[in-house]
């Protein structure tokens, strides 16, 4: 009996993702479907917070178009231990969270999941659309 009660909750035990951007996905997914978002941007040294208008989540979204398959990455090894801006991604079911680290990486993940974050890769990202870039012109360091 103990052993079928466990099978079912192979999902919980089972940590791997099913595939390197699946949280970027969930991410595209929830911009294409709401229209209404919050997003709000956070600098963790100085703790300024500037909430995003609708001309501004352009960007964001723009930036998840430019995404290739090579921008997704495991976690770097030079990864700073904490990001220098949080975006926090507000939709009516969900809320996400990216950590901007610097020039050449990100992190996407939400709020309440459970597998290891999404790592890209931004350093071939168009400076029209890049986190950091966007992030260092809304709140200036």
């Known amino acids: ?30 911009f294409a479907k709401e229209k209404a978002v919050k997003l709000s941007l ?3 040294s100085y703790y300024k917070n500037h909430n995003l208008s609708t001309s501004e989540i352009v960007t964001i979204k ?4 430019h995404l290739k398959k090579h921008n997704y990455i495991n976690k770097p090894s030079n990864l700073p231990d904490k990001p220098m801006y949080k975006l ?5 079911n969900s809320k996400f969270v990216m950590d ?8 996407v993940y939400p709020w309440d999941g459970h597998y290891t974050k999404d790592f890209l ?5 168009p400076p029209s659309c890049n986190p950091y870039n966007f992030c260092t012109y809304i709140i200036p360091r």
């Open 1 to 30: 009996m103990f052993c079928v009660c466990l099978s079912s909750c192979n999902e919980l035990i089972d940590n791997k993702k099913p595939f390197n951007f699946y949280y970027t996905n969930l991410l595209s997914r929830s």
């Open 42 to 44: 956070i600098d963790t």
């Open 62 to 65: 723009d930036f998840l178009l």
């Open 88 to 92: 926090f991604l507000t939709f009516s």
């Open 100 to 107: 901007v680290y610097n020039e050449n990486y990100v992190s």
């Open 121 to 125: 890769s931004i350093k071939d990202i």
